[in-house]
């Protein structure tokens, strides 16, 4: 087995710790403020899925517009992201403090959706500096693997701040559902956690593009590969796909919660989720393997009709044991479509400007967890529900317009594909 020179171990080391706290933190925090902002706070379903959509469109248009452009500018990655977590820490706290000194619950839950949008705009920093710099320091041949590795090891956080959210969430079965949030604990442990994982990032170097880089092979892949077309059809792909897959991420712990469906506990939902984190460290050791046997565009293609399969089961099934199938396979789904995204990205983009063209790529990504949520399976379940149709059965009928957006986005991927390789034949 060769030996690893320090310096790689280092990067790895840095950046998987990293991972690992982030994760810890977005399992505890966001898998159970959806079920405070519904059933504690009492908003509806499309009014609980703006503190996923608010974030998101400052996330993006930060990172697009501000941050990107800069950290390309500066050429700054590990600054950009100790700045934007250090700063998000201290916003998420006063979210919470702000949330309490109301007597309106809706009210409430408006402050936190609109303090969480304004805390994004400094996580949007951390977000586009964290894509870029792994593409500073990782060849383009492996950057699937690495990513792969990066969501195992950030599974393994997840599965942590999962556990503990949902045992914080009702102070550990001893107090009422939504303590968690209301007295504070949630929002001291994530920022906490944002706080500790800026020591990690000391390992690693301050990353940015080098004039040499133009020599690498990763420069010779766009020449070939990046026309500026072929990138936008990409996205649009990209768009329909996240969208679709990830338009129930917000209303699925609801759904699971719901007293005439499933009506599990906390306790019970954080077992359900953390299928999907087993999944995710299962593949993510995995995803290089794939990759190297199929290839980037393929892998894609296998996660994201996974992710088809899982929805329209879930619509389908009254089962609990299935419904942790299902939650497995979207993990297994969620690794493959992410690391093989993230590799087709950066073959795509020019080194010189990573920052800037991973934050449209990062666009399709992180405004599909509000805006298909808020424009798409919120007001359908909605409409569903105010027509008379049960509220179970509402749900489940946002899974199969999920699957179908999916389709989508897999059918555009796949002539995209097809193109590309009837080009390579002409060639």
């Given at each position: 087995m060769p030996w690893t020179p320090p310096e790689k171990i280092r990067n790895f080391i840095g950046l998987s710790s990293?991972?690992?706290?982030?994760?810890?933190?977005?399992?505890?925090?966001?898998?159970?403020?959806t079920i405070y902002l519904r059933h504690y706070l009492g908003l509806s379903v499309t009014e609980t899925t703006l503190f996923a959509t608010g974030p998101m469109v400052m996330n993006v248009l930060f990172q697009t517009f501000t941050?990107?452009?800069?950290?390309?500018?500066?050429?700054?990655?590990?600054t950009f992201?100790?700045?934007?977590?250090?700063?998000?820490?201290?916003?998420?706290?006063?979210?919470?403090?702000?949330?309490?000194?109301?007597?309106?619950?809706?009210?409430?839950?408006?402050?936190?959706?609109?303090?969480?949008?304004?805390?994004?705009?400094?996580?949007?920093?951390?977000?586009?500096?964290?894509?870029?710099?792994?593409?500073?320091?990782?060849?383009?041949?492996?950057?699937?693997?690495?990513?792969?590795?990066l969501s195992s090891v950030g599974g393994l956080g997840r599965i942590m701040g999962v556990w503990i959210g949902g045992l914080l969430y009702d102070g550990y079965g001893l107090a009422y559902a939504g303590w968690g949030f209301?007295?504070?604990?949630?929002?001291?442990?994530?920022?906490?956690?944002?706080?500790?994982?800026?020591?990690?990032?000391?390992?690693?170097?301050?990353?940015?593009?080098?004039?040499?880089?133009?020599?690498?092979?990763?420069?010779?892949?766009?020449?070939?590969?990046?026309?500026?077309?072929?990138?936008?059809?990409?996205?649009?792909?990209?768009t329909f796909i996240n969208f679709g897959r990830n338009s129930i991420a917000v209303i699925f712990p609801q759904y699971l919660v719901l007293e005439g469906g499933f009506a599990v506990?906390?306790?019970?939902?954080?077992?359900?989720?953390?299928?999907?984190s087993a999944a995710i460290?299962?593949?993510?050791?995995?995803?290089?393997?794939?990759s190297r046997r199929t290839g980037d565009d393929l892998a894609l293609m296998i996660g994201a009709v996974l992710t088809i399969a899982a929805l329209v089961v879930m619509a389908l099934t009254s089962s609990?044991?299935?419904?942790?199938?299902?939650?497995?396979?979207?993990?297994?789904?969620?690794?493959?479509?992410?690391?093989?995204?993230?590799?087709?990205?950066?073959?795509?983009?020019?080194?010189?400007q990573r920052a800037r063209l991973f934050g449209y790529f990062n666009a399709t990504f992180f405004?599909?967890?509000?805006?298909?949520?808020?424009?798409?399976?919120?007001?359908?379940?909605?409409?569903?529900?105010?027509?008379?149709?049960?509220?179970?059965?509402a749900y489940r009928f946002s899974f199969i317009l999920a699957a179908l957006i999916t389709i989508v986005g897999v059918v555009i991927e796949g002539l995209l594909l097809k193109a590309r390789a009837d080009r390579r034949v002409l060639a």
């Open positions: 990293f991972q690992m706290l982030a994760m810890f933190r977005r399992g505890l925090f966001y898998s159970f403020l941050w990107g452009p800069l950290s390309d500018k500066w050429q700054l990655r590990r992201i100790m700045a934007g977590e250090l700063l998000a820490a201290a916003g998420t706290l006063i979210v919470w403090y702000a949330h309490i000194l109301t007597a309106s619950d809706q009210l409430a839950g408006y402050i936190i959706i609109i303090g969480l949008s304004i805390v994004e705009i400094f996580w949007s920093m951390s977000n586009v500096g964290w894509s870029a710099l792994i593409s500073d320091i990782y060849p383009s041949q492996s950057r699937n693997a690495v990513q792969g590795r209301h007295r504070g604990s949630l929002f001291f442990v994530a920022a906490g956690v944002m706080l500790l994982s800026i020591f990690p990032l000391l390992l690693l170097p301050e990353g940015g593009f080098k004039q040499e880089d133009s020599d690498t092979p990763a420069a010779v892949d766009n020449t070939d590969a990046g026309s500026s077309r072929i990138f936008v059809i990409f996205l649009v792909a990209m506990s906390s306790a019970t939902l954080s077992y359900i989720v953390n299928m999907q460290v299962f593949t993510g050791l995995l995803a290089g393997w794939v609990l044991p299935v419904m942790y199938l299902c939650n497995f396979i979207r993990g297994i789904s969620e690794v493959l479509i992410f690391s093989s995204a993230y590799a087709c990205a950066s073959i795509l983009i020019p080194p010189a405004l599909s967890w509000g805006l298909a949520g808020t424009f798409i399976a919120g007001p359908a379940i909605d409409w569903l529900v105010a027509s008379g149709t049960a509220e179970t059965t």
